[in-house]
């Protein structure tokens, strides 16, 4: 018997002025596992991670996360609530150390007032030795664990990809939505970011829904595929299931990808 989905999306629709971004999209995601959104560009992929997380306004539908209704929830809840997300562009604070950077995503967990920090209490220097831990634990787990205090901006690009992947799991996240995390890496940094997605599932257990055009990736790592083409649902299934999909080849793999 399957499990009960983490994430449940019934008839998503997105409209942006006179154009229907999603039109009644449905999607099971369940708990544990590594789901991949493919489609051709303009098919809505990114939309439905913005519905998801509550960025973007639905026009009809609903989301809900371990059983619960979050469609009425706004961003920063669902945040709270467990669902976490990265962006295709990178988003590594420069300006900050390797694991300051990581230290932002621990601080949805922190258990101070903002008094406490103005006037440094006790409650809060245990707090943020807390949090300086877990997050110096969370860059031993991606690889970069001796950076821990050099200048984010001095990292490679494929290095501040991990850093982002390491403040997103620090934030403890039962659900990790992943936007195009191979752009701009090449082969040999996207295997090891596939192994490293992995990972995140097996020994962390989070979840991760994926949205990524590296066909390769995606059919390495992926237990289930969701197809989206212009908006709607095409189809559901194991990287091999996809493959096969005559529809899928038309609409989007082209049998050179195959």
């Known amino acids: 018997m399957?499990?009960?989905?983490?994430?449940?999306?019934?008839?998503?629709?997105?409209?942006?002025?006179?154009v229907t971004?999603?039109?009644?999209?449905?999607?099971?995601?369940?708990?544990?596992?590594?789901?991949?959104?493919?489609?051709?560009?303009?098919?809505?992929?990114?939309t439905l991670l913005g519905a998801i997380t509550g960025m973007v306004r639905t026009a009809s539908g609903?989301?809900?996360l371990a059983g619960r209704d979050i469609s009425a929830r706004p961003a920063h809840a669902r945040a709270r609530a467990g669902?976490?997300?990265?962006?295709?562009?990178?988003?590594?604070?420069?300006?900050?150390?390797?694991?300051?950077?990581?230290?932002?995503?621990?601080?949805?967990?922190?258990?101070?007032?903002?008094?406490?920090?103005?006037?440094?209490t006790p409650r809060y220097r245990?707090?943020?030795?807390?949090?300086?831990?877990?997050?110096?634990?969370?860059?031993?787990?991606?690889?970069?664990?001796?950076?821990?205090?050099?200048?984010?901006?001095?990292l490679a690009f494929g290095q501040q990809?991990?850093?982002?992947?390491?403040?997103?799991?620090?934030?403890?996240?039962?659900l990790l939505l992943l936007d195009e995390p191979a752009a701009g890496l090449n082969m040999a940094e996207t295997r090891a970011l596939g192994a490293l997605i992995r990972r995140i599932r097996d020994?962390?257990?989070?979840?991760?829904?994926?949205?990524?055009?590296?066909m390769d990736l995606v059919m390495t790592i992926s237990d289930e595929i969701m197809v989206l083409n212009h908006g709607?649902?095409?189809?559901?299934?194991?990287?091999?299931?996809i493959q096969k999909n005559p529809e899928v080849v038309r609409a989007y793999l082209g049998d050179d990808d195959l």
């Open 161 to 174: 990809r991990a850093l982002e992947l390491a403040r997103a799991v620090a934030a403890n996240p039962s």
């Open 203 to 214: 020994d962390l257990g989070v979840t991760v829904v994926l949205v990524e055009h590296d």
């Open 83 to 120: 669902i976490v997300r990265t962006f295709q562009n990178l988003e590594v604070f420069t300006n900050m150390t390797v694991v300051e950077n990581v230290m932002t995503g621990c601080h949805r967990h922190v258990r101070y007032p903002a008094l406490a920090a103005l006037l440094r």
């Open 62 to 64: 609903s989301v809900a």
């Open 2 to 18: 399957r499990p009960e989905p983490l994430l449940r999306c019934r008839e998503i629709t997105v409209r942006f002025g006179g």
């Open 232 to 241: 709607c649902n095409l189809a559901l299934g194991t990287p091999r299931q």
């Open 126 to 154: 245990r707090e943020e030795r807390r949090c300086l831990d877990h997050a110096l634990d969370r860059l031993a787990f991606v690889g970069l664990g001796e950076l821990a205090d050099t200048p984010a901006a001095e």
């Open 21 to 46: 971004a999603l039109a009644d999209v449905a999607l099971d995601v369940r708990p544990g596992s590594i789901t991949s959104i493919i489609g051709p560009n303009g098919a809505g992929k990114t």
